[in-house]
């Protein structure tokens, strides 16, 4: 007995419905994969943004601190004025003077346009000794933003009832103070801000979400003025 003809069939392909399946799936996994990949990269920039914000600070307060350390002590030349957004002072300067010109310099740190600033005049032979006068306020006030350089820009309020401006300075007696002059030098600078990351600042809008508070402490060694 012969066995009946086996029926061959050919293979079938996939179904619409298959494909639809299949295509909607590996659309997914790229969307997620874009996603992960997207989300990688913006931790990475905000790592690399928070350290890039770590190193300006760094670099403010280490020339900051720098400057103080400079600061002119011991005679009636002794000039230390401070506000809440202007801290000025006479400290040594390492270039050699010629013509018997004097090796101070006026140094000037101030808060401008959400950006803190750092002023240097040093005495010529055509502005010492006739014009040279650091004593009087008005006179750095507007003598010392021609060459300023921004060294930290983004910089906002730390907050506005303890620290709404980034200079507070703290007297021999503990007191905090706004404002010192030359005849009561502090002995100690608090300053305190919060700064936003240059993406922040690029897109125009800053949220508090987005600021760093940064608070630093600095002692000074600038006895009051002495004259005899």
């Known amino acids: 007995m012969t066995s009946p003809a086996t029926t061959l069939h050919s293979p079938q392909g996939f179904t619409l419905i298959e494909m639809l399946v299949s295509t909607a799936v590996f ?4 969307v997620m994969l874009l996603q992960l990949t997207e989300g990688l990269m913006s931790n990475a920039n905000r790592v690399d943004e928070n350290l890039q914000v770590d190193q300006d600070v760094r670099v403010l307060f280490d020339l900051m601190r720098r400057d103080l ?6 005679t009636n030349q002794n000039q230390f004025y401070g506000t809440p957004t202007r801290l000025s002072f006479v400290s040594s300067t390492p270039n050699l003077k010629t013509n018997y010109v004097s090796d101070q310099r006026l140094v000037t740190y101030y808060l401008s346009n959400n950006a803190i600033w750092r002023a240097v005049v040093e005495p010529t032979s055509s502005n010492y000794p006739a014009r040279w006068n650091p004593l009087v306020p008005g006179w750095w006030a507007s003598n010392v933003t021609a060459d300023a350089e921004a060294l930290l820009e983004g910089v906002f309020p730390y907050n506005s009832e303890d620290y709404p401006d980034p200079f507070v300075y703290t007297l021999r007696n503990g007191s905090l103070v706004a404002d010192t002059t030359a005849t009561n030098p502090p002995s100690g600078l608090t300053v305190g801000f919060a700064i936003a990351g240059r993406r922040a ?11 760093k508070k940064i608070k630093y402490d600095i002692e000074l060694n600038i006895p009051p003025a002495f004259n005899p």
């Open 201 to 211: 600042l690029a897109r125009g809008s800053v949220s508090t979400n987005q600021l």
């Open 27 to 30: 659309a997914l996994m790229v």
């Open 69 to 74: 350390a400079q600061a002119r002590i011991g």
